[in-house]
C-alpha cells in the first residue's frame, strides 16, 4: 500500500523551513551534539512516513531517496513490516533475549540463509551483533585475527565501514580520523580502489583494472613488499558514502582469487548495498563470487536495528564470549527482517530494483547530456550517484574535470525546496546520492529525476 501524497509545489526556501522559526529544530540545534550532521543539510522536523514519502510537521511532503541511508528497503511504514511488530507484540513474545534463541529468531537466520548463495549458506555461522553495522565490523575483525593470528587488515581508499574506532581506522577519508590521532591504522594498509572514473592510475577501463589486481598480487607476493601477511582484506562491491561507485566485477574476480590463493579471508561489507539494493540480494553476486565473510546490517532488521556477521565455519575458531553485545537479541527487528526478507522474494524486488533503477539511471544520463556540470552518472540498481563537476575547471589525466561541491550542495538544497530528499556523497561531498526505497515505481523515478532537473537548472543559473 502506498501514500498518496503529492509532491510539494515550489516555494521559495524561507517559507520551505526555518530554523529560527520552528521550535523543534531550535531545540534539536540548541541542546543535540555538534556530531550531528544530517540536520545541517536536511533541516526538517519530520511526523508522519509512508512508503517513499514523509511529511513534516508544517503539513509539507517529501520524496524521500536517502531512505534512511538503504535501511528502509521497503519505505516508510510498509504494511508488512508494521504487522510483524504488531504481531510480535500482541503476543506478548520476549521483546529481548540477548543471544537466547526463540522462534523468532530461528525464523529469521533460516530466511537470512535461504537468501545468501547456497554454496556460502550451507558452510556458514552467524553471530549477531550490537544494533548498528559498524558493531558487525568490528566482530568481523576480531574473528578474522582470532582465525589467522594475524593481525593486518588490507582496505580501501573510498571505503567507509563505520564509526566506531577500528572500523574508522579501516575508512578512507581522512577528515573523520583527524581529529582523532592514533587509531588501529598502524595496523591497516590502503590500496586503490577501481574507481573508474578517477582511476587512481590515470588509466581507466580494463587496464585500470588490471594494473589495479597486480598491484595487490604483488604487494601480498612480494618479501621485499613491506606489508605483512593481513588477517583480511575488506570490501565493498559497491563503495556507498565514497559516491556508489561500483567495483568492476572483473577486479572482484581478480581479487577473489588473489585472496584465496594467499588464504587471506575476504570480507564483503554489504551493510548499504546488501538485500536487493543494487539489482542482486548481495552486491557482491554481480561478479559471482563467495567471499569468506559478510557483514550486514540496515536493511535486514525492517527500519529497526540489527547487525550481523556471517562467515565460513571454517573460522568459527574464536572463544565463547568473544564478541557480545546487549542489544544483539532484538525480537521485533528480527521479526521485521524476516517479513522484509520474504516480501522480498515473493516480490522479486531485486529484479525490481535492477529495472528501476535502470531506468532511473536513463534518466540521468539524459539529463547529463544536457548539463555538462553532471561529470559521471554511476551506481547499480537502486544505490546511484551523480558526481558534479565544474565543467571550466583544470581536468585530470583522464581529461574529467574538476569535483564541485559547492554546486552538489546548491543542488541538494533546490531539490530540498522542491520536494525531493536526497544526500550528498563521494570526495568533498561532490556527489549526489539516490537510494530510495526499493518499492519505487517508474512513475516515481521519473518525478524524482524531472525534480532533480528542475533543482540543478536553478542551481546552474545561481551559480552564474
Known amino acids: 500500500m502506498q ?16 530554523l529560527e522559526q520552528n521550535p523543534l529544530l531550535v531545540r534539536q540545534a540548541q541542546q543535540e551534539s555538534n556530531a550531528r550532521s544530517y540536520p545541517r543539510r536536511i533541516p526538517l522536523a519530520l511526523r508522519r512516513a509512508r512508503g517513499i514519502h514523509v511529511e513534516d510537521v508544517e503539513g509539507r511532503r517529501f520524496i524521500d531517496c536517502l531512505a534512511g541511508a538503504g535501511t528502509l528497503a521497503l519505505g516508510h511504514n510498509h504494511p508488512v513490516v508494521v504487522e510483524a511488530i504488531r504481531r510480535v507484540l500482541d503476543d506478548e513474545l520476549p521483546l529481548h533475549t540477548l543471544d537466547l534463541t526463540t522462534p ?3 525464523r529469521f537466520v533460516q530466511d537470512l540463509f535461504g537468501v545468501l548463495p547456497a554454496e556460502f549458506a550451507r558452510q556458514a555461522r552467524i553471530q549477531f551483533c550490537g544494533p548498528t553495522g559498524t558493531d558487525a565490523v568490528e566482530a568481523a575483525l576480531k574473528l578474522v585475527r582470532t582465525a589467522t593470528g594475524r593481525s593486518t587488515v588490507l582496505a580501501f581508499q573510498g571505503g567507509y565501514h563505520g564509526m566506531s574506532q577500528g572500523a574508522l581506522s579501516l575508512m578512507g577519508n581522512l577528515k ?44 601480498l607476493n612480494d618479501p621485499e613488499g613491506g ?11 559497491v563503495q556507498g558514502e565514497a559516491g556508489a561507485i561500483p567495483a568492476d566485477d572483473a577486479w572482484l574476480r581478480g581479487l577473489r582469487e588473489i585472496t584465496a590463493h594467499a588464504g587471506i579471508p575476504l570480507i564483503l561489507d554489504e551493510i548499504q548495498s546488501g538485500f536487493a539494493r ?23 532488521g525492517g527500519s529497526l536495528p540489527l547487525s550481523v556477521v556471517v562467515y565460513h565455519e571454517a573460522l568459527d ?32 524486488l531485486a529484479e525490481h530494483a535492477e529495472r528501476v533503477g535502470r531506468r532511473l539511471q536513463d534518466h540521468l544520463q539524459a539529463i547529463q547530456r544536457r548539463y555538462p556540470q553532471l561529470g559521471d552518472v554511476r551506481g547499480r540498481g537502486l ?24 554546486l552538489a550542495s546548491a543542488i541538494q538544497q533546490e531539490c530540498l525546496k522542491r520536494g525531493l530528499i536526497l544526500e550528498l556523497g563521494g570526495r568533498h561531498g561532490s556527489v549526489v546520492r539516490f537510494l530510495p526505497p526499493l518499492i519505487i515505481t517508474e512513475e516515481e523515478v521519473g518525478q524524482v529525476a524531472d525534480i532533480f532537473e528542475r533543482a540543478l537548472s536553478a542551481a546552474v543559473r545561481a551559480e552564474g
Not at 553485545?325 to 520474504?342: C, D, E, H, L, P
Open 104 to 106: 523468532v529468531k530461528d
Open 176 to 219: 573523520a580520523k583527524a581529529p582523532l590521532g592514533s587509531l588501529l591504522s598502524h595496523g591497516v594498509q590502503f590500496l586503490p580502489f577501481p574507481y573508474d572514473y578517477r582511476c587512481p592510475f590515470g588509466l581507466g577501463g580494463a587496464q585500470g583494472v588490471q594494473i589495479g589486481l597486480r598491484y595487490i598480487a604483488n604487494l
Open 383 to 406: 544505490m546511484l550517484g551523480v558526481e558534479i563537476v565544474d565543467p571550466d575547471g583544470t581536468p585530470d589525466a583522464l581529461g574529467h574535470p574538476p569535483v564541485d561541491p559547492a
Open 317 to 348: 575458531t574464536w572463544q565463547p564470549g568473544a564478541h557480545a553485545g546487549t542489544f544483539r537479541g532484538n525480537q521485533m527487528a528480527m521479526a521485521a527482517g524476516s517479513a522484509v526478507i520474504r516480501y522480498l522474494r515473493e516480490h522479486d
Open 278 to 300: 543494487t539489482g542482486r540480494m548481495f552486491a557482491f553476486e554481480h561478479a559471482g563470487i563467495l567471499p569468506d565473510v559478510v557483514v550486514l546490517s540496515k536493511a535486514i
Open 3 to 18: 501514500a498518496t501524497f503529492d509532491v510539494i509545489e515550489e516555494k521559495p526556501i524561507e517559507t520551505l523551513y526555518s
Open 227 to 237: 606489508v605483512p601477511p593481513p588477517a583480511a582484506v575488506i570490501v565493498e562491491a
